[in-house]
């Protein structure tokens, strides 16, 4: 057999992978639970299901995602471990609007070439956020794409599984006119709407990475790859101690197109916008790109990443219990007799 004719020739390294593996095992091992059995390197993760013993009714949920153009950013300026954030975000906030429990989550890297210090990056974010979210990381896969991907190119996704007791589930069901939408804020931009963030940025205003915005406090790069905020945990003791109705995760379309995705076809939600004031990073976009607020609005979060429907008796102490969460949170508006959608009233302080 030629040289031209060998696997390391065509541009992937086995043993490059076999040291990102065993790099990436440190950090693995501290995303774990007490289900998990066996480590990584077999042909599946094993969770121990006879832990749903404790549940009358146990529902599994599942979700599966990616991070999308904002692994961009973290190959730009040369930062991996915090994508990992942004990935599970995305996929446990997903869980818990219905009240779920993350149990688990498998992840999936596709590089140009496997640079093992890079991949462990990337998976020590992706176990320090499972850490956070309570759910431990038992399998995934890394895959050398020479040819489809430049050789510093990478994207991620991955899936997760979680449990909710039946009686206990969340959505469009149990909200009720008078419910009370409680606000979490989110960290920035989370992960959606990057594309346009990137044209407004890079195409239209060719800004720099390392541009330091007064504006922000900080270089755009830096704002730009601020990881996703993880609310699992506040939501799931948000549940079990207020009378949550339903949560909503927002991502693409924004707070009244995922808002809308929990309100069933009798009820509506009028939010008020005086009721708080976005980061700057927001009005920056928009600025910058002559983004007209509508289209703001249908892309990014605007300072919201999670809202919850409450009875209204119960709005302030599920406030004060997000609080103790370290959740910065506020009653945004109600719950009204309408046809399902959601209207936004005032303007932003």
């Known amino acids: 057999m030629s040289d031209e004719s060998t696997y390391a020739a065509a541009g992937v390294s086995i043993e490059a992978g076999d040291k990102a593996v065993e790099l990436m095992k440190v950090w693995v091992d501290k995303a774990r639970r007490p289900e998990v059995l066996g480590g990584i390197g077999g042909f599946a993760g094993l969770f121990d299901a006879s832990a749903l013993k404790r549940y009358d009714q146990p529902l599994l949920a599942s979700s599966a995602d990616g991070v999308g153009t904002k692994v961009v950013i973290a190959q730009r300026m040369d930062k991996h471990d915090t994508i990992g954030f942004d990935l599970v975000g995305m996929l446990v906030d997903d869980l818990v609007v219905c009240g779920a429990e993350p149990l688990f989550l498998t992840d999936y890297i596709a590089a140009g070439r496997v640079d093992p210090e890079r991949i462990a990056a990337i998976v020590k974010g992706i176990a320090e956020a499972c850490v956070v979210a309570g759910c431990a990381l038992i399998g995934g896969e890394t895959a050398e794409h020479p040819g489809l991907l430049e050789p510093d190119e990478y994207d991620l996704a991955g899936s997760t599984t979680g449990v909710v007791e039946a009686a206990a589930l969340l959505g469009p069901g149990r909200v009720e006119a008078g419910d009370a939408v409680i606000a979490m804020r989110s960290s920035g931009l989370h992960s959606n709407g990057y594309s346009l963030v990137r044209q407004v940025f890079f195409g239209s205003a060719g800004w720099a990475l390392d541009r330091d915005v007064p504006e922000l406090g900080r270089t755009l790069g830096e704002e730009l790859l601020e990881p996703t905020r993880i609310y699992a945990k506040p939501c799931l003791r948000l549940a079990a101690e207020a009378e949550v109705h339903a949560m909503s995760h927002v991502t693409g379309g924004g707070l009244a197109a995922n808002l809308a995705r929990v309100l069933p076809a009798e009820v509506s939600a009028r939010l008020d916008r005086s009721t708080w ?62 046809d399902g959608g959601v209207v936004l009233t005032g303007s932003h302080r």
Do not use: H, Y
Request: net charge negative.
């Open 277 to 338: 004031r976005p980061q700057p990073v927001f009005a920056l976009v928009s600025d910058v790109g002559g983004i007209e607020p509508a289209e703001l609005e249908r892309t990014l979060n605007m300072g919201v990443g999670m809202v919850a429907l409450v009875a209204a008796d119960d709005a302030d102490r599920a406030v004060a219990l997000l609080a103790e969460e370290g959740v910065d949170a506020w009653v945004c508006g109600e719950a009204v007799s309408g």
